[in-house]
């Protein structure tokens, strides 16, 4: 089936006992036992729960996995699949990485042991087999990068990994099973913050993690249901009704992107724009060979730190908010807000950067809001 098709049916079944076309919310922490040792595959909710196996099901398949598990954030999968390595492994990871991603490595991994090394997105892409050494146990990147937007070459990140004998993960929350499918091109594990573009509709937190290897997905069972960091039902049944629109949602938050963006570029205020649709960005090709779209997460570049903050200020539509992926148009500054735990690292967001999700409002209508909050910016002004 296609992609389309199995984010409305896979794992949704009606209700064998209702009929309902919905599955439902089973809204329970324990299940009847016929007696002992004999259930019918459910225990507690921690454990396993119809809604969450529902929704994992569903995922998996849309990412082309044969396990795939729901967790209760973006960041409890991610700590779910660090809780793979141990004090002393080495992990190498891209320098451009969502806030939350490198809080927890810098301030609460590496604290107890873990030993991290940076690299750059294009350094990951061209030189990843020289940064990995004989403790190496597991390469972390993202792509398109949070919010820089940097590409990474997956299918080459993954050769170089598996030649070190490390796990690759991606995080692919940016790009979507809808555009890019990791797995495919040689990961070992995707991860997603589920609360972005897979619930759609900035109601819910949650996270996913998905695998082919047996072996790791024993592991990560195991891992979730020991240290409880699960979604609850309501949870799970919010982010299986996002599946079912994200393919038609993921077009026109790309449709409109790729529409701002090209207006973004000729704009006189704007100093950069970085969004891989454009020719212009470095990687524009490799996108176009790992991915089926460009996404609809957008960061451009003004002159000033006091530049940017005056279109923060002056956007309508545009909400000032953190995290991404919903409907509506969210702008943020990243140095302040999502990636403010970053600002005394070695590689800080630059405090010019403006970033983007675009959502699927009239593209006129977001156009003209940036319109009149650019068009308070000093240069722009001048240059009218």
Known sequence: MDFETRAIHEGQEPDPTTGSVIPPIYQTSTYVHE???????????????????????????LEGADHGFAFASGMAATTTVMQLVNPGDRIVSVNDVYGGTYRLFSKVLEPKGYDFSYLSAEQVTSDLASACDDKTRLVWIETPTNPLMNLVDIRAAAEAAKAAGALLVVDNTFATPYLQRPLDLGADIVVHSTTKYLGGHSDVIGGFAATNDPTVAERLK????????????????????????????????????????????????????????????????????????????????????????????????????????????????????????TADSPFPTPDTLIRLSVGIESADDLLADLEQALAKVPSAAGAS
């Open 35 to 61: 007696e002992v040792g004999a259930h019918k595959g459910y225990v507690y909710s921690r454990s396993a729960n119809p809604t969450r196996t529902a929704l994992e099901t569903c995922l998996a398949s």
């Open 222 to 341: 195991f891992l979730q249901n020991a240290t409880g960091s699960v979604p609850g039902p309501f949870d799970s049944w919010l982010v299986l009704r996002g599946l079912k629109t994200l393919a038609v949602r993921m077009d026109r938050h790309c449709a409109n992107a790729e529409r701002i963006a090209a207006w973004l570029e000729e704009h006189p205020a704007v100093e950069r724009v970085r969004y891989p649709g454009l020719t212009s960005h470095p990687e524009h090709e490799l996108a176009r060979s790992q991915m089926s779209g460009f996404g609809g997460m957008i960061s451009f570049e003004l002159a000033t730190k006091e530049a940017a903050l005056e279109v923060l200020r002056s956007t309508d539509l545009w909400l000032l908010a953190e995290s991404l992926g919903g409907v509506e148009s969210l702008i943020e500054h990243p140095g302040a807000m999502t990636h403010a735990s």
